[in-house]
């Protein structure tokens, strides 16, 4: 008897709640008129001034942008310091850090301008050289992003400038000194990074929606592929890792370089999503999920090829199939739906594990397995 009571009284609440919401109702159904954008369920991309500079945008490209920077120093870093030797872990964290210090320096005097300055589909610009224009008026937006400051979008792409050359560097463990490794940092950006760079994402560029129209949303043309065909050039030149097949080459600390995975797996929201250079719309949350979707499936699918062959798993394996998935998903991130991640993820876990054990892998280094594999299978 008594819980039909509270029955009846819980059903007279609703009935009660349901009645003082009916003005609600109302409002949301008087607001749903033909043409507005929930009335076409679409609210996420109504429309906004696109010629002034957006605070939900700058917010968003700042976060972005040291979400990027996140990816080489630490995350890149003890990444690869987790699969070196014992004596090679400090050396290879400076390469990271010491990559990060030179390319910031480079970029501002020459390479921000040379890569997204300018009108000409080949030619790189340098009136932007020291970043002149910017000391006048901190306020200038760039036409390639004009919601948000000119200085946030500099220092969003100077952040991909930073991890392209440094991840050549798992390639050159045990291969170059550093001397050497900074001096090839400096000028593979200029020479190389800079004018792919302009050839692809800036506005005229010949490769890019100016010329071929080539679609990449995030990089894995100017970043991944880029890096990937010279970091395996490289090792190709300098030959074997010296000791290779008679020491032990075994990793380190694997802790290191699951963290520095995970720190990889976060930092690339940045990377992807941040490369909508908007906030307002769905584009930025899409790329947001493909990754997140294609990460996740590309670790399974590497754990469970690995699992059937191996008849074991290993954490460095599901690593770098994690990392193998952040790479296939970055130039199709904004263009994917969550599906075509889905498979891109499975796929891209699969045909890496079986390359990076393809008798490529005698010429790189276990660090460079996993880049190498992804950016050349792509």
Known sequence: MKFANNLCRGAAG??????????????TAAAAAPGTCAALKNC????????????????????????VLMMTIPGLALFYAGM????????????SFGATAVITVLWMLIGYSMAFVGNDPVMPDFSYALLIPLNGDVN????LAPTIPETVYMFFQMTFAIITPALIAGALA???????????????????????AHWVWSAKGWLGLGGLGALDFAGGTVVHLNAGTAGLVTALMLGKRKGLGTQNFAPYNPAYAVIGASLLWVGWFGFNAGSAVESHDGQAGMAAAATQIATAAAACSWM???????????????ASGAVAGLVAITPASGFVNPTGALII????????????????????SPIAASSLSSSCWR
Not at 84 to 95: D, G, S
Not at 140 to 143: H, V
Not at 174 to 196: Q, T
């Open 174 to 196: 045990d291969r170059m000194k550093y001397s050497a490794f900074l001096c090839f940092m400096g000028l593979w950006l200029l020479l190389v990074y800079c004018p792919i």
């Open 84 to 95: 070196v030797r014992k004596k090679n872990v400090l050396a290879t964290i400076a390469q």
């Open 14 to 27: 609703v009935a009660v709640a349901a009645f003082a919401a009916m003005p609600a109702w109302a409002q």
């Open 304 to 318: 469970f090829v690995e699992w059937a062959v191996k008849k074991k798993p290993t954490v460095i394996g599901m």
């Open 44 to 67: 996420a991309t109504q429309a906004y001034p696109k010629d002034v500079v957006n605070s939900g945008d700058t917010a968003w490209m700042l976060t972005s942008s040291v979400l």
């Open 345 to 364: 993820g499975l796929t891209a876990g699969a045909v890496c594990y079986f390359a990076a054990g393809s008798s490529m892998s005698r010429w790189c």
């Open 140 to 143: 200038i937006a760039s036409p």
